[in-house]
């Protein structure tokens, strides 16, 4: 016996839709980044300028693939106009100081479907 299998895969539209809300507009950036120095096992946030940036935005962080071994992107999020804040975790035993280095960033911003 067979059974129905359901494609259950949401497009853009149907979450328009679904949400009631609408994309307002996509933007891509390029920008320096310095982390601090984490200790072993140790995460912080690093503040990150992007002007036009709003809360209620959504943030993707892509880090550099030269990104110090060890060193983990474990989020983002937007804390107040213009400000994103990166996540980073070291996840070795020891110390490691994150130089400077360009990282991309896409912020999405929906409004409402109305």
């Known amino acids: 016996m067979s059974e129905l299998?359901?494609?259950?895969r949401l497009s853009w539209r149907d979450y328009e839709y679904q949400a009631n809300l609408r994309l307002n507009?996509?933007?891509?950036?390029?920008i320096a980044v310095d982390p601090a120095s984490l200790g072993a096992t140790a995460s912080a946030e690093t503040a990150v300028t992007i002007r036009g940036v709003?809360?209620?935005?959504?943030?993707?962080?892509?880090?550099?693939?030269?990104?110090?071994?060890?060193?983990?992107?474990s989020g983002c999020r937007v804390s107040a106009a213009d400000t994103v804040q990166?996540?980073?975790?070291?996840?070795?035993?020891?110390?490691?100081d994150g130089a400077s280095r360009t990282w991309e960033f896409l912020v999405i911003a929906l409004s409402s479907g109305q």
């Open 5 to 8: 299998v359901r494609d259950t």
């Open 25 to 30: 507009k996509m933007r891509y950036f390029q």
């Open 54 to 73: 709003q809360p209620g935005d959504i943030v993707i962080a892509a880090p550099p693939a030269s990104l110090e071994s060890g060193l983990a992107l």
């Open 86 to 96: 990166l996540r980073l975790t070291n996840v070795t035993s020891g110390s490691v």
